[in-house]
Every structure is written in C-alpha cells, then in structure tokens.
Nanobody, 129 residues
Framework: QVQLVESGGGLVQPGGSLRLSCTGS????????IGWFRQAPGKQREGISC????????YYADSVKGRFTISRDNAENTVFLQMSSLQPEDTAVYYC??????????????????????WGQGTQVTVSS
C-alpha cells in the first residue's frame, strides 16, 4: 500500500520556523516529482513548491519564495519543506503530492488533484501569537 505521510506541522508564532516532512511508504520517492500544496479555510488549494526527480530542480510560488526551501533526502525517502519567517497568512493544511511525470513541476501550480499519483493526508500549520 502506497502512502505519503506528512509531519512537522504545529502552532508557531509569527516569524518562526517549521520543517515539514513528506515520507513515502510503499513507494520510492527518488523517481517522483514532489509538490507541496496548502489550503486555508475558505480558500482554494495553492501550489507552493515543487522538486523534480530528474535534476532536483526546485520551484516556488511567489508567496513563499525566499522563505521556504524544498529539499529531498533519498536515503530517508523523504522530501522536506523548511519554512521560515512564517506569517499568519501561512496558516493552512499543508499537503504533499507525488507524481511520475518528469515535467510536472514546470506547471504544478496549474495542476488539479487528479494530476498527481499520490497525496498525503495533510498536516496543519497554524501561525499565531
């Protein structure tokens, strides 16, 4: 059974940092592009970052560029999202998704749920004082 498991969410004060993890179970993430998405209450899902599997290229939405860093550790079968300078508007449920399509990161912000092979269950990030 294939699963993506997100972890690392929680409550953090404005200006703080969190590191989210997306770990694969029953699947080797080396061969997958991994995208991070978030959805705040009452808002549409937003693609915020993506890392390819072919050359490790990384992509960021303008809303998180310079504050978030995506990386992968193939030995741990995990993709990380390091988040810093967090603000209340970053509050959302964060999801990771995996897909075998080589080029999906180049258009990940335009993808739908069904464009990805696997999704995690989400982890809540709350930024509040």
């Amino acid at each position: 059974q294939v699963q993506l498991v997100e972890s690392g969410g929680g409550l953090v004060q404005p200006g703080g940092s969190l590191r989210l993890s997306c770990t694969g179970s029953g699947v080797t993430l080396d061969y997958y592009a991994i995208g991070w998405f978030r959805q705040a209450p009452g808002k549409q899902r937003e693609g915020i970052s993506c890392i390819s599997f072919s050359d490790g290229s990384t992509y960021y939405a303008d809303s998180v560029k310079g504050r978030f860093t995506i990386s992968r550790d193939n030995a741990e079968n995990t993709v990380f999202l390091q988040m810093s300078s967090l603000q209340p508007e970053d509050t959302a449920v964060y999801y990771c998704a995996a897909d075998l399509t080589r080029s999906i990161c180049t258009y990940y912000t335009e993808t739908s749920y069904y464009d990805w092979d696997y999704w995690g269950q989400g982890t809540q990030v709350t930024v509040s004082s």
